[in-house]
Nanobody
């Protein structure tokens, strides 16, 4: 089982930037299945950024053009660069692989991102 530890969240003003990190306990050889999710208070968890076939990336419409998902295989780490942050981006952000998200429903603690207006 691969476990993930998210970090890099915090309080930021609207328009600011944060870079989230997701450290994996094991190899992210299959990192094309990695994704970032977020869950705002009292709302459903949503998929925000992910790797597609061919290791391309895609994003939810709400973050497209502002967020960038990337990875460093040597460090077993996935990143989420978040720019031009908006208050509606406030949420707990999680990383996970496809199995953890959709088969095992196994999640880490996430990292809180709070964007002030």
């Amino acid at each position: 089982q691969v476990q993930y530890v998210e970090s890099g969240g915090g309080l930021v003003q609207a328009g600011g930037s944060l870079r989230l990190s997701c450290a994996a306990s094991g190899s992210i050889f299959g990192a094309s299945a990695m994704a970032w999710y977020r869950q705002a208070a009292e709302k459903q968890r949503e998929l925000v950024a992910w790797f597609t076939s061919g290791d391309s990336t895609d994003y939810a419409d709400s973050v497209k053009g502002r967020f960038t998902i990337s990875r460093d295989n040597a460090k077993n780490t996935v990143y989420l660069q978040m720019n031009s942050l908006k208050p509606e981006d406030t949420a707990v952000y999680y990383c996970n692989d496809e199995l953890g998200a959709y088969e095992y429903n196994y999640w880490g603690q996430g990292t809180q991102v709070t964007v002030s207006s």
